[in-house]
């Protein structure tokens, strides 16, 4: 049995007679002109950023997924860097939000605003989303960046130190 974790990145034991849900999720990290990353805050984590992404629904192609998803989140169209996703993750984890246990297979994207970064939405309100903000990673990542986003932005530091 793999290891589940929750939203906070603790151990968590799966229930043997408590389904395991399959989901496919795609997030881009997206870097503006000055090099910052967008950041959502995500009201399930509300002291923690995250990269916008989400769930690909059924019957979905997984890049208008993510537009779909980019765009409900921070009202931004991105322009990819490729079709191919640029690092992938296979997560066990329980969600407090769904009460759910979930194996997903992250898809990440890289991505820049295809149109002004004044287009951002105003979250306040929003039920899923509660900010967006772009985040220097230049002289480190955020302390507060999630543990599910933490490794995409550690790797993608690394991939552009290595230019």
Not at 53 to 80: F, K
Request: hydrophobic share 35%.
């Amino acid at each position: 049995m793999p290891q589940f974790i929750d939203t906070r990145m603790r151990p968590i034991e799966k229930p043997a007679d408590v389904p395991i849900h399959w989901r496919v999720g795609v997030y881009a990290i997206i870097v503006n002109d000055a090099g910052e990353i967008l950041f959502v805050t995500p009201h399930w984590s509300p002291s923690q950023l995250e990269i916008p992404g989400g769930g690909v629904e059924e019957g979905e192609e997984m890049l208008a997924a993510l537009r779909r998803e980019v765009a409900e989140e921070t009202g931004l169209t991105i322009s990819l860097e490729s079709d191919e996703p640029h690092f992938t993750r296979e997560l066990f984890y329980y969600s407090d939000f769904t009460g759910k246990y979930y194996h997903q297979i992250m898809l990440v994207y890289l991505a820049k605003p295809a149109g002004p970064c004044t287009d951002l939405l105003d979250r306040e309100g929003q039920a899923e989303i509660i900010s967006t903000a772009w985040v220097s990673v230049t002289g480190g990542i955020p302390e507060h960046c999630h543990g599910f986003s933490r490794p995409f932005i550690e790797r993608y530091r690394t991939s552009r130190q290595s230019r």
